[in-house]
């Protein structure tokens, strides 16, 4: 097997991928009802807006719902390292090489930013060990992020599959489903298993159709905290992440709120979300902050330069739509020959491309579908020499 070596970053892509229209769904929140509600309680819904009810401040997080989000195709007769080969000759291997057993396919350990050998793991904080390709819960809720999804039991299956295949990574946010996302978490997975680390977020809200809302408020952020502990059934979340910066509240207070939390132990770690380095730079005066999720892809490099901090600084950067999102991967095209060249799919290909971009790189792909998880996973077992790399790099940035 080769060895990985982490070419530098070449120029970057000015393509930008963005979220279609949202479908007119309004919605309101059951978010600050002043505790779970019954069917809360006991893990049902008959519908989000049947439980909803409005929060202080009538805005609650909705990212991406009323979306109706395309469906990908399959390239017809393309290999996949997953099924045809991964899946049916090293699935324990690829486990264990998720599980961090992956020095001799990804490397010996790299400690630094852009440096050779991306390894498999990454310790968040300098003190929670998490493989470095984790999972998205974004997509196991209904249509359009949305609800309760229509197969529930399928739902459940993804989660139960992603842990069996080594992630110990899975990220979230209240917003999802709104809640439904962390209430399956729990459903599927709790009592947890040593090591599993939930990522949470908070402070996105969405009152109404095509609109999305930051709320940063202090005592609406401590509220989402409190929420999430107790649908996550856990006593404090490893990782909680502000899901937006409010532009109408200092900063200072949103995270003013979520040190209080950390320091009653309510939070293990901070992250932020969508930001640039000088938002980093001015959140980090007030606390210690831990990881980045912008949206990040092969198509996709706006947030090169908050990457390019992360790298510097030691941050763990989870880039989400890892795999293009809803819209797909703009370079999928470009990137066909190529992927069969590797026995893989643009997926694979595009989570590989990732994971030996920045040896930070803690991609959380999402899907609703344990086939396209395993293949998802196995692009872990990609490798790329810094020839490949590069030319899957020119590739997409022709794209
Ligand atoms: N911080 C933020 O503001 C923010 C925003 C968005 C998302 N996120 C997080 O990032 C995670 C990932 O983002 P994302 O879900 O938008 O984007 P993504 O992971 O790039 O893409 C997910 C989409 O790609 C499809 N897909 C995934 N693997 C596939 C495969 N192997 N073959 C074919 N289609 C495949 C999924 O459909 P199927 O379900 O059919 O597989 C789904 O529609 C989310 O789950 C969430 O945790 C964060």
Partial sequence: MRIISQPRCGPTS?????HPRLSPISYRSQFEDGGGSKAEAEGRYASPRLLCVDSVCCERTLGFMGEKFPKKQKQPGLPHVTRRTFLGTTLVSGATLLAGGSSAIFGASSSTGTSANPDSM??????????????????????????????????????????????NLIDTADAYGPEVSELLIAEALHPYPKGLVIATKGGLT?????????NGRPEYLKQCVDKSLKRLRLDRIDLYQLHRIDPKVPVEDSLGALKEMQQAGKIRHVGLSEVSPEQIERARKILPIVSVQNQYNIGNRKWENTLVYCEKERLGFMPWSPVGGNRGLNSERGLEAAAKDHSATVYQLALAWLLHRSPVMLPIPGTSSVAHLEENMAAAALKLTPADWKMIDALAERA
């Fill in 14 to 18: 000015k393509t930008e991928i963005t």
């Fill in 122 to 167: 990454w310790k968040l904080g300098g003190d929670l060990p998490v493989n470095r390709l984790g999972f998205g819960a974004m997509r196991i809720t209904g249509d359009g992020i949305w609800g309760w999804p229509a197969d529930r039991a399928k739902a459940i299956k993804v989660l139960k599959r992603a842990h069996e295949l080594g992630v």
């Fill in 206 to 214: 969405r009152p109404g159709p095509g609109q999305w809302v930051p």
